[in-house]
């Protein structure tokens, strides 16, 4: 477990699934994620996580609060994109009522510090919406940078959209 003041990251539970398969079906959360909202049930979030945390190089962890491990905050993803890379893709989720709070600045820090100091990974690259100014805000404070636009990239509801790269270097 990784953990601050304010947020502890733990490995997954059944008795996070209903909160995490709240958050799988939120309609706009999911097209923030770059990702769909198909209906997930119980068993699919639980077959999710179970692909998720058995992937070579990857974690899952989620966000709860040291006082509270129960209420589920998010979660956040490392996939690593290759052993000689040295680099992950990170992915982060945050239950809309808890945005606009230091949680995902603590669990986006605790995973970068993880991912250097144990993974020996030496930079973590990110997707996010183009159009997701707050996200793309949130990123570039915390020391992301923007290495490229991939141009209509991600169908959502009929439209294509163009998905901003971005990376943060941990060595």
């Not at 923030?32 to 068993?43: C, E, H, I, T, W």
């Not at 982060?92 to 993880?114: F, K, M, N, R, Y």
Request: aromatic letters at 6%; one cysteine or more.
């Amino acid at each position: 477990m990784l953990s601050t003041s304010n947020v502890l990251l733990r490995p997954w539970r059944d008795t996070d699934l209903s909160a995490l398969c709240d958050l799988r079906n939120d309609v706009m959360l999911q097209r923030n994620m770059m990702s769909r909202a198909r209906g997930s049930s119980l068993d699919a979030t639980r077959d999710w996580l179970k692909r998720r945390t058995a992937e070579h190089y990857g974690m899952l962890l989620i966000i709860v609060s040291p006082g509270d491990e129960e209420t589920v905050r998010g979660f956040i993803q490392l996939t690593a994109d290759g052993a000689i890379s040295g680099s992950a893709m990170l992915g982060i989720c945050v239950s809309p009522s808890w945005h606009g709070t230091e949680v995902a600045a603590d669990a986006l820090a605790l995973v970068a510090q993880h991912a250097r100091d144990v993974l020996c990974l030496r930079k973590i690259i990110l997707e996010v919406l183009t159009t997701n100014d707050r996200a793309v805000a949130f990123y570039l404070k915390h020391d992301f940078r923007e290495v490229g636009v991939l141009r209509n990239h991600f169908l959502w509801a009929g439209e294509w959209l163009d998905v901003t790269v971005m990376e943060r270097l941990l060595v």
